[in-house]
């Protein structure tokens, strides 16, 4: 069974740094993208970028270039997502999600529980 | 980027009802369109990708249709497990795979 278990809730002030987590079971890691994507509190789906754990080919969002570090290690079977400088506005639920198949065409067919992040100013 | 536009982005329905939800792109994407439900506290669930293939698992009243920059969602009879967020996905462009606004729907 496919599962992707996220590390739990996260509370810390801006400025902070952070790195949150993707523990993936069940499959090959390394054959499929992973995808972190951020819910803001009552607000739609943003996908931030991806990660090919097998060479760990990474794609960002335009918007979120140069704000994030998405990565895996496939030693482990986890990715992750940090911060070096988090602000307010990155209060949200993250998300990590497996590709459905070996490229993206096929959408994202397994999820995390997601993992709620709070920045406090 | 690829923008996509859903349409309504709010739509109050009854059970047994017919629904369909828009999805427009600002600019060509074959069919690389995925659809997606989501209710309040969980993940996202994957219905559709390609457009028109219906996720294994999937309920056969939904469908979708589309290809190029108007892809839709319908719901052939609304039922009470269907009251959601719907969320259109474009797979289209690696280095920004963007969603749609989201469709709340809701009871009548």
């Known amino acids: 069974e496919v599962q992707l278990v996220q590390s739990e809730t996260e509370v810390r002030k801006s400025g902070e740094s952070l790195k949150i987590s993707c523990k993936a079971s069940?499959?090959?890691?390394?054959?499929?993208?992973i995808a972190w994507v951020r819910q803001m509190p009552g607000k739609g789906l943003e996908c931030m970028g991806i990660?090919?754990?097998?060479?760990?080919?990474?794609r960002y969002s335009p918007s979120y270039q140069g704000q994030v570090i998405i990565s895996a290690d496939k030693s482990i079977g986890t990715a992750y997502l940090q911060w070096s400088n988090l602000r307010a506005s990155d209060t949200a639920i993250y998300y990590c999600?497996?590709?459905?198949?070996?490229?993206?065409?096929?959408?994202?067919?397994?999820w995390g529980q997601g993992t709620l992040v709070t920045v406090s100013s | 980027d690829i923008q996509l536009t859903q349409s309504p982005s709010f739509l109050s329905a009854s059970v047994g009802d017919r629904v369909t939800i828009t999805c427009r792109a600002s600019?060509?994407?074959?069919?690389?369109l995925a659809w997606y439900q989501q209710k309040p506290g969980k993940a996202p669930k994957l219905l559709i990708y390609?457009?028109?293939t219906l996720q294994s698992g999937v309920p056969s009243r939904f469908s979708g249709s589309g290809s190029g920059t108007e892809f839709t969602l319908t719901i052939s009879s609304l039922q009470p497990e269907d009251f959601a967020t719907y969320y259109c996905?474009?797979?289209?462009?690696?280095?920004?795979?963007?969603f749609g606004g989201g469709t709340k729907v809701e009871i009548k």
């Open positions: 600019q060509g994407i074959y069919i690389y």
């Open positions: 996905q474009q797979l289209n462009t690696y280095h920004a795979l963007t």
């Open positions: 390609g457009a028109s």
């Open positions: 990660v090919y754990p097998g060479d760990s080919d990474t």
């Open positions: 069940g499959y090959s890691f390394t054959n499929y993208w």
């Open positions: 999600a497996r590709s459905s198949d070996i490229t993206v065409d096929t959408g994202f067919g397994f």
